[in-house]
């Protein structure tokens, strides 16, 4: 079955450096999206591309977070810099672009920042 | 604004007998309610999903149930099983809104 695909799984961290998460989706899936997850809460969306367009980033905290999608395929979600408050389980989704199409995730990168 | 709430952070059962796990929403514009399930170091996958068109759907030993009414859907996990140990989130979305709000999570761990 064919799978999201993130890199790296984990990722370590200090303080004021910059960070970035990469995210290869399904094939065919034009629906994208980064979700944040702080232990013991569920996923909060951050942002969410329609091939290579943004369609949500109201969460994103654009001061320090930016996100891309320049070919409509692979995405990449970038931190600078790095808040103590970062840290968490970053995860990228895919869906079709169907309406109640379930979304598909990866296993995640874990970012710690000391 | 926490939408969509699971009030039981974990739950524990007995291998063989009935887990159900509850979730309650807010936003009365949510029409489509699914339901994942997380293993530790690995992402949500997609468990079942419901439509506010319907009050129950089936799959296997998983069956959700929605009361529009009352804001609140249930899965119901028939017979348990020890590989059923995980976190079951609960999400929602709004017609035509491909956006999810999850819950906090349930952690259910499954007795031998």
């Known amino acids: 079955e064919a799978e999201v695909a993130q890199s790296p799984r984990y990722k370590i961290t200090e303080k004021s450096q910059a960070v970035a998460f990469w995210c290869d989706p399904i094939s065919g899936h034009a629906t994208l999206y980064w979700y944040r997850q702080i232990l013991g809460q569920g996923p909060e969306l951050l942002v969410q591309f329609q091939d290579e367009s943004v369609v949500d980033d109201s969460q994103l905290p654009k001061d320090r977070f930016s996100a891309e999608r320049l070919k409509g395929v692979d995405s990449t979600l970038k931190i600078q810099p790095a808040e103590l408050g970062d840290s968490a389980m970053y995860l990228c989704?895919?869906?079709?672009?169907?309406?109640?199409?379930?979304?598909?995730f990866g296993n995640g990168t874990r970012l710690t920042v000391t | 604004d926490q939408q969509v709430k699971q009030n039981s952070p974990s739950l524990s059962v007995q291998e063989g007998r009935i887990s159900i796990l509850n979730c309650d929403y807010t936003n009365s514009m949510f029409d489509y309610f699914l339901w994942y399930k997380k293993y530790p170091a690995e992402g949500p996958t997609f468990l079942i999903s419901?439509?506010?068109?319907?009050d129950k759907n089936e799959d296997g030993r998983f069956t959700v149930f929605l009361n529009k009414s009352a804001k609140h859907l249930s899965l119901h996990i028939v017979p348990s099983q020890p590989g059923d140990s995980a976190v079951y989130f609960c999400a929602a979305s709004r017609i035509n809104d491909y956006k999810l709000s999850f819950g906090a999570g349930t952690t259910v761990t499954v007795r031998a």
């Open positions: 989704a895919s869906s079709l672009r169907t309406v109640n199409s379930p979304l598909h």
């Open positions: 419901i439509s506010s068109i319907k």
